[in-house]
């Protein structure tokens, strides 16, 4: 009994090792809070030509690794608004420092139509290289379209590419 023990202590020794060494390797390849929000601010005001608030942006790496931003908003008369964006990366593109989402869940936002015009959507580096590689699935909910006419309609859905 005692052999059986041992041998089970040593295997789970070995993978707490070299699960704790992918995480270590991970967290070593990860940007910061701050300067990962810095960046994206910096990024979204360059695409589009409007100030952008960011409430919060941070990694998340337990359950499953992923990029969580929370209230943001377009400095407009009327803002565009995300309440929480969560961004799934791809773990492989990541350890190869490139960006590729898997999976992306947006949960409460407000689009009003008039505000989309404001935006000057300009091609960046970081968004290209994004939009090289198919986001695999797109969840939202509590999506609210505000049209031209300040009809609001609120949308569920899923999309798989």
Do not use: C
């Not at 707490?16 to 990962?36: F, N």
């Not at 990029?67 to 995300?82: F, H, K, N």
């Not at 994004?130 to 509590?142: D, G, I």
Request: charged share 20%.
């Amino acid at each position: 009994m005692q052999k059986k023990r041992g041998k089970w202590m040593v295997a789970a020794g070995v993978l707490a090792a070299l699960v704790g060494t992918s995480w270590l390797i991970l967290v070593l390849l990860l940007p910061s809070d701050e300067d990962l929000a810095a960046r994206a601010r910096a990024e979204l005001e360059s695409r589009f030509g409007v100030p952008v608030a960011l409430g919060a942006l941070h990694w998340r790496l337990l359950p499953v690794p992923a990029v969580v931003l929370e209230d943001a908003a377009t400095g407009q008369p009327q803002s565009i608004t995300v309440k929480k964006l969560t961004a799934y990366p791809n773990l492989g593109a990541l350890l190869s420092r490139r960006l590729q989402f898997d999976r992306v869940e947006l949960e409460g936002a407000v689009v009003p139509q008039l505000s989309l015009r404001a935006l000057d959507a300009r091609p960046s580096s970081l968004m290209s290289d994004v939009a090289a590689t198919p986001l695999e699935r797109f969840v939202f909910r509590n999506l609210t379209w505000i049209s031209r006419h300040g009809v609001a309609v609120v949308y569920d859905g899923e999309i798989d590419f």
